[in-house]
T-cell receptor, first 113, second 114 residues
Framework: GESVGLHLPTLSVQEGDNSIINCAYSNSASDYFIWYKQESGKGPQFIIDIRSNMDKRQGQRVTVLLNKTVKHLSLQIAATQPGDSAVYFCAEKTTDSWGKLQFGAGTQVVVTP | NAGVMQNPRHLVRRRGQEARLRCSPMKGHSHVYWYRQLPEEGLKFMVYLQKENIIDESGMPKERFSAEFPKEGPSILRIQQVVRGDSAAYFC????????????FGNGTRLTVT
């Protein structure tokens, strides 16, 4: 399944399929990007980050892709599991702004059996 | 290694009362940030503090809101004379004193103003 930022806030994915969550960021000066996962009643949990000198970074079952030309960020989750059900936020900042993150509105991922 | 600790988890206040939210950063983290989240929205930056200093408060409302991070003890976000529009989840995050380090968030305080 695939979502596009604010226009498709809910992504329904079948268990075992791959998920793609997209994010359009706003500040062309941003050079550090983070994906967070937020489960109901909890705080955002760090998933993976990427700096602007890279266009791809892989973690465990997750890959982040960065396209600076069109200011687009995506998170790919391989073999989606029920535990992946959550709201996913992209966040951006400039290196010199410490922890002042700009968050997107989020995408709700629902994993169906 | 305990994460970012926030208390209380839930706080109910009547209009006009004061709300105090506490945050203890992760061990070794000297930078604290407060964010606010309205229902079904992303987090909005409020303030960034280091020990005994407010570094950036550009996201704080001009009135009724204040934050501190004393030399000893937790960081406090204080909201005076609360109104219903203050109802939200307030998250604290911390990071080490290293530029570019990711933020680690607590589980938030959910403030309800009745």
């Amino acid at each position: 399944g695939e979502s596009v930022g604010l226009h498709l806030p809910t992504l329904s994915v079948q268990e075992g399929d791959n998920s793609i969550i997209n994010c359009a960021y706003s500040n062309s000066a941003s050079d550090y990007f983070i994906w967070y996962k937020q489960e109901s009643g909890k705080g955002p949990q760090f998933i993976i980050d990427i700096r602007s000198n890279m266009d791809k970074r892989q973690g465990q079952r997750v890959t982040v892709l960065l396209n600076k030309t069109v200011k687009h960020l995506s998170l790919q989750i391989a073999a989606t599991q029920p535990g992946d059900s959550a709201v996913y936020f992209c966040a951006e900042k400039t290196t010199d702004s410490w922890g002042k993150l700009q968050f997107g509105a989020g995408t709700q991922v629902v994993v169906t059996p | 290694n305990a994460g970012v600790m926030q208390n209380p988890r839930h706080l109910v206040r009547r209009r006009g009362q004061e709300a105090r939210l506490r945050c203890s950063p992760m061990k070794g983290h000297s930078h604290v940030y407060w964010y606010r989240q309205l229902p079904e929205e992303g987090l909005k930056f409020m303030v960034y503090l280091q020990k005994e200093n407010i570094i950036d408060e550009s996201g704080m409302p001009k009135e009724r809101f204040s934050a501190e991070f004393p030399k000893e003890g937790p960081s406090i976000l204080r909201i005076q004379q609360v109104v219903r529009g203050d109802s939200a989840a307030y998250f604290c995050a911390s990071s080490p004193p290293t530029v570019g380090s990711p933020l680690h968030f607590g589980n938030g305080t959910r403030l309800t103003v009745t």
